[in-house]
């Protein structure tokens, strides 16, 4: 049996490393609203912890009619699902947790919620975890993905003026946290303005206490974005990384917006728009082997790459035949279940049906939105 856990503050509570953590009201009240999201992939005998059971209860029937009789072929089972509140798990024994993400916030709350130290990953472990989150491990595996057809690099820098020669080197550049939640912890520099003005007192604030806070800051150079996408893996934690399926989603300003649900063919046929599918294949092949690698002994669970296709900077062709475009094939690394796992859940079987999955808040409550 498995106790499914939705923790979406879990990249806030990474980011500070601190076991009494407190999330923001917006990350607890999207723990509420979508605490029944790991329903979706729960099976009939597994538990979902949430906040309240009767309005998760509520949600997951209204969900799985959408689905289950549409004729899509979909994995859900239409059982009912066993939700219950953190003050009810001190009565479960034998469980295996599946979280949304671990860190020692959650291992905290577990503790307090009544489980005890052997049913969790110890606090060495969950230090390993946060350490293979930092953006210098997607950094490396960037390194080691440069094919032809691919473009990308970052920089770690751990001052502010190597941070300002960075910049100058870049020209443009995307100055993110080494550990962040998406949208968050992202600023943008280019080259004229900081040397006619410096670095604004905006960026200048956030970069010393990032570099106090964190240690570092990733630099990058400004890519001329056409699409965000990303690939979505499991770690069996003993040297098997598996390869799940594309998620093709959307973003607003760096903050993630929604999900295209269709069938891996179709969301393939989308991105060779732009990319041969070999360049994908192999990306995602070597992907596998050296993740496999290096989660060998260190992280088991979902896990997701996120890339971009890239258009060639000041390219004058008006349409897709005229233009260059490159992979970057690793933006970042989330070492955690993702929204693109939750899409491929809800993925149709029929190659003619796509659906946009978005998560909207609307009237004071975040709701799950498929059209």
């Known amino acids: 049996m498995k106790l499914h856990i939705f923790n979406p503050e879990h990249d806030i509570a990474l980011a500070s490393g601190l076991s009494n953590f407190t999330a923001p009201h917006a990350g607890r009240q999207l723990r509420h609203d979508l605490g ?22 509520r949600c ?3 969900l799985v009619p959408r689905f289950v009789y549409a004729g899509d072929a979909m994995p859900i089972s239409k059982g009912t699902r066993k939700f219950l509140t953190w003050k009810q798990l001190s009565s479960l024994t034998d469980v295996t947790i599946e979280p949304w993400g671990w860190n020692s916030a959650l291992r905290a709350l577990l503790l307090r919620s009544g ?15 946060r350490a293979l989150s930092h953006r210098r491990v997607a950094a490396n595996l960037l390194g080691q993905l440069r094919y032809d057809g691919t473009v990308g690099e970052s920089y770690e820098c751990s001052t502010v003026e190597e941070t300002e020669t960075a910049i100058r080197n870049y020209g443009r550049a995307v100055l993110k946290a080494p550990w962040s939640s998406s949208g968050r912890g992202l600023r943008f520099c280019d080259v004229e303005r900081l040397d006619s003005e410096g670095l ?18 990733m630099v990058e150079p400004y890519y001329n974005k056409v699409k965000d996408f990303g690939m979505e893996f499991e770690s069996d934690g003993i040297g098997t990384v598996r ?18 649900l269709a069938t891996e063919a179709a969301k393939s046929a989308t991105l060779c728009r732009y990319i041969p599918p070999c360049l994908l294949q192999t990306v995602r092949e070597e992907i596998c082997i050296r993740l496999g690698s290096l989660f060998n002994g260190r992280y088991r669970g979902p896990f997701g790459v996120d890339m971009m296709i890239c258009a060639a900077l000041n390219d004058g062709g008006e349409s897709i035949s005229d233009k260059r475009f490159y992979l970057h094939p690793c933006v970042e690394i989330n070492l955690r279940r993702t929204m693109g796992h939750v899409a ?5 079987g029929d190659d003619d049906i796509r659906r946009v999955m978005r998560i909207e808040f609307n009237e004071n409550v975040y709701k799950l939105r498929i059209r």
């Open 344 to 348: 491929l859940a809800l993925s149709p």
């Open 60 to 62: 997951w029937k209204r």
């Open 200 to 217: 604004t007192q905006h960026v200048s604030g956030w970069l010393h206490n990032l570099l106090a806070t964190q240690g570092s800051v």
């Open 243 to 260: 390869y799940l399926g594309l998620s093709l989603f959307h973003t607003q300003n760096g903050a993630y917006t929604g999900n295209i």
């Open 36 to 57: 029944f999201l790991p329903a979706i992939w729960a099976g009939d005998d597994d538990i979902v912890v949430v906040d309240d059971p009767e309005y998760a209860a």
């Open 115 to 129: 489980l005890i130290e052997s049913q969790l990953p110890t606090l060495q472990e969950l230090d390993t975890i």
